[in-house]
């Protein structure tokens, strides 16, 4: 069973086939149970009418017997020598007489009554018994209307046995005796009806002293003439033509006739019979038929089925086969017969466009996924496969030829300068027109016929020189550098362009493509920062990669581990002298080398985005802290500065809000310092993120105003409270008058703009009068307080506040 079902489970051809059998067997056993009920219905409206003949063939059949009977009884009575007899009392004469008319009609009990109906003489026994019968005859005979010489005839048991009695009267001229003749009932009557009628006979006795049924012939078999003589039949009313009787299991309609009822010497119960369930049966002969259909009907479906399965199943195959060649990524081979215009051959189109498809899309795909769609030239990926294909090549060179025949490999890999600023100043289309003019001199004066120029992404270019070695890379370089000497023309602009290049060579400095293209890499970015034009990989340039991801790391911990702490440098206002806020900024007490200085971490941060964690700890200890002066009723302004990336999180001003609401700070009680830098590396951005968080309530300030390329339309529609000047102008301000005038505009300007005015780097008191004269707002630097660890901020305020007494004390208390 198991087997069956796991081969309808995985085969469909299987599936089909049993389908198309299942199906007609069930249309077969349809039909069989339509002609069973059909012969049932038939059998119903025809049994009771075979009934209603096999009772009047019985009937015919008794009748036909009296009047055998009758007929030899009369010539009894008529024979001359037997009236002389019965009137001289010859009793031996009489008792032949009998006999030999009773043996010649079959009669095994013949008797003669005088007229009184007292028995004379017998042949048989217990013919005594019959006196009742015979007066009941003889009066049927006398009744008035009768003819004299009329007969009738009754059946009656006798010793328990049905017979057939007539009774003709003896007249000499007048009635003188009666002649009485018995004809048994026996299997001749069941005979005659089963080839008469073609019914079942039962006939059933009942003595007058029992109410049990007693079967004395029947052409039925004895278990079932059981259960028929069981059956209610007193109750059974005298003119029913069918009842159903249930006999040994099999159903029967069953016509019953009395033959005598209830009289003297017993009841006699003649049944006809038919069996209903053998009626409903189906033949014997159509049985065979039908099944010899069926068998053949299920061969040829079978056959047909088979033949429709493979026809059906042999191209599924086929497409079967196809998809897995697709899936091996054979899109070569097509797939399908364009003959068939069935839906197998709808199927097999369908799947050969698909294949034309993803084959278009999979060589798309590999375009894209090996070639820049910019300048046409390799893109990574396909350069990492040159390197490793390179490489292998040197290696079984190497392998073949031993130490003499050596083979190398070298790798260059330039960053192009100023490409960011190319595309910030003449949009991203001559961006994109200066890449494309790059790769064609590059192609065109830098590699031999074998090597390979690749663009690795954005403004980054690599170049494989196979069989090449340092020496050659060097010259290479050189070769790209003069290449780049001419300036490139973009429409009617004209750039100069240069380039740091990285050089590595395998197996000199990589043991494999990976570690060769990240050597090359790391020796690009050690000349750009370098300004050194092309510089080869130096194991040094990696010791100070380690230091780098160290420090990262060490950040982390840093911030997790509590290391970091926030200084206050503070902001007095120039015009009272008063404490009006201080400048937030962090530093890092390093467990093993001390307080590390901003310059030496701060950079790195905004290099890799750690600057974002810094920004949101600094954010959250100055709402501290400035909680903790609050309370101490010192009312100053922290202001803490943003970076570029900070600027670029849409989702920054939610997480400062966050911070207020969980420190109870309000918004204007915190200042957001941003670089000129910061704000035009993204303009559009920027004042997105500017505008949510001046509408929080935050006071914004520029710092380092006047050393960026800030933009006056830009200053004027960006909503900042604060202006600083950069501290380059401010200390030089005393000494250069440039810078003094620089100052004095620039003061002028934000006045005009309704900017507050803060001046950065003030060291002396000289300074400070100018900047006081000028009519600066606010003043920080060496001067008045170097940057202090804000827990000791307080304690500094209320000294400044003991030395140097302000115009207007309460000014100082005020928030600003």
């Known amino acids: 069973m198991t087997g069956f079902t796991n081969l309808m489970r995985s085969s469909l051809k299987a599936r089909l086939i049993a389908t198309f059998l299942g199906l007609l067997l069930v249309v077969q056993l349809a039909g069989f149970s339509a002609l069973r009920a059909s012969l049932a219905s038939h059998a119903q409206q025809e049994l009771p009418a075979r009934l209603d003949v096999g009772d009047r063939v019985l009937h015919s059949l008794l009748s036909q017997r009296a009047q055998k009977l009758t007929d030899g009884a009369r010539l009894l009575a008529a024979d001359y020598g037997f009236r002389e007899a019965i009137h001289s009392k010859d009793t031996d004469t009489i008792v032949s007489a009998l006999e030999n008319h009773g043996r010649r009609i079959g009669a095994t009990r013949v008797a003669l009554y005088d007229t009184a109906l007292t028995l004379q003489a017998s042949t048989g026994t217990h013919l005594e ?77 009942r003595s007058p002293d029992s109410p049990v049924w007693q079967v004395k012939l029947s052409s039925l078999p004895s278990e079932t003439n059981d259960g028929l003589s069981l059956h209610g039949w007193q109750s059974v009313p005298a003119d029913a033509r069918m009842v159903s009787v249930t006999a040994n299991g099999e159903e029967f309609g069953v016509h019953p006739r009395w033959l005598t009822a209830d009289s003297d010497n017993g009841s006699v119960l003649a049944l006809t019979s038919l069996s209903v369930d053998a009626a409903t049966r189906v033949p014997h002969d159509l049985q065979v038929a039908l099944l010899a259909t069926t068998v053949i009907s299920c061969l040829v479906f079978g056959i047909g089925s088979s033949l429709t399965a493979h026809r059906m199943i042999t191209p599924l195959n086929q497409l079967a086969a196809a998809a897995d060649r697709l899936g091996a990524g054979d899109y070569a081979t097509p797939i399908g017969d364009d003959d068939r215009r069935d839906e197998i051959g709808q199927l097999s189109q369908s799947f050969e466009r698909m294949r034309i498809s993803v084959s278009a899309q999979k060589e798309e795909i590999l375009k894209l996924a090996y070639w820049d769609t910019l300048t046409g030239l390799p893109n990574r990926a396909q350069f990492r496969d040159a390197v490793s294909s390179a ?209 030496q971490f701060i950079p790195f941060a905004e290099q890799t985005g750690f600057i974002r964690v810094l920004t949101m700890w600094i954010f959250e200890e100055a709402a501290r802290h400035w909680r903790t002066l609050h309370a101490e009723g010192l009312m100053i302004t922290l202001s803490v500065n943003l970076s570029t990336r900070d600027l670029l999180d849409q989702d920054l001003p939610q997480k400062f809000d966050a911070l207020l609401v969980k420190h109870q700070v309000p918004a204007e009680a915190l200042c957001l310092e941003i670089t000129e830098s910061a704000i035009m590396d993204d303009p559009q951005r920027a004042q997105a993120t500017l505008d949510k968080l001046s509408a929080l309530g935050f006071k914004l300030s520029i710092d380092d105003f006047g050393t960026g390329y800030s933009s006056l339309a830009y200053l004027k529609r960006l909503p900042v409270d604060e202006l600083k000047i950069d ?51 606010q003043a920080q630097g060496y001067h008045m307080g170097k940057p202090m660890p804000a827990d000791a901020f307080a304690n500094w305020s209320v000294g400044w506040l003991t030395q140097h007494r302000p115009v207007d004390v309460v000014s100082a208390f005020m928030l600003h």
């Open 129 to 205: 018994t019959l006196g009742p019968l015979a007066a009941r005859l003889s009066g049927r005979v006398m009744r008035p209307g009768n003819a004299i010489d009329s007969t009738t005839s009754e059946i009656g048991l006798l010793s328990g046995q049905p017979y057939q009695f007539v009774m003709v009267p003896i007249k000499a001229p007048v009635v003188v005796g009666w002649v009485m003749m018995g004809f048994p009932i026996g299997e001749r009557l069941v005979s005659d009806m089963q080839a008469l009628a073609a019914v079942q006979v039962t006939l059933l006795t």
């Open 727 to 777: 501290q380059s102008f401010v200390k030089s301000m005393q000494a250069d008058p440039d810078d003094a005038k620089i100052v004095r505009s620039t003061i002028d300007l934000a006045h005009n703009l309704g900017l507050t005015v803060v001046a950065e780097g003030v060291e002396n008191a000289r300074v400070w009068d100018m900047l006081r004269e000028l009519n600066c707002d």
């Open 391 to 599: 490489i292998a090549t040197a290696q079984k060179h190497s392998d073949t030829q031993g130490a003499s025949g050596r083979g190398s490999v070298a790798v260059l890999m330039l960053d192009l300068d100023r490409f960011k600023h190319v595309n910030d100043v003449l949009g991203y289309r001559f961006g994109d027109l200066l890449l494309m003019q790059v790769a064609q001199r590059l192609a065109q004066h830098a590699v031999r016929g074998g090597d390979m120029v690749a663009r690795l992404g954005g403004d980054e270019f690599a170049i494989l020189l196979r069989n090449g070695d340092a020496e050659l890379a060097q010259t290479v370089a050189q070769r790209i550098a003069s290449a780049f000497d001419a300036p490139l023309t973009l429409e009617e602009h004209t750039v100069d362009m240069g380039a740091g290049i990285g050089m590595a060579c395998w197996p000199q400095h990589a043991s494999d493509a990976d570690m060769l293209l990240s050597r090359a890499e790391v020796a690009m970015y050690s000349a750009k920062h370098r300004s050194a034009g092309a510089l080869m990989y130096d194991p040094t340039i990696d010791a100070a990669s380690a230091q780098t991801l160290s420090l990262l790391t060490e950040m982390r911990q840093a911030v997790s581990d509590h290391q970091l702490r926030l200084y206050l440098q503070p902001k007095l206002s120039l015009s009272t002298g008063a404490v009006v806020g201080a400048e937030a900024l962090v530093r890092w007490q390093h467990p093993q080398r001390g307080l590390v200085p901003p310059m």
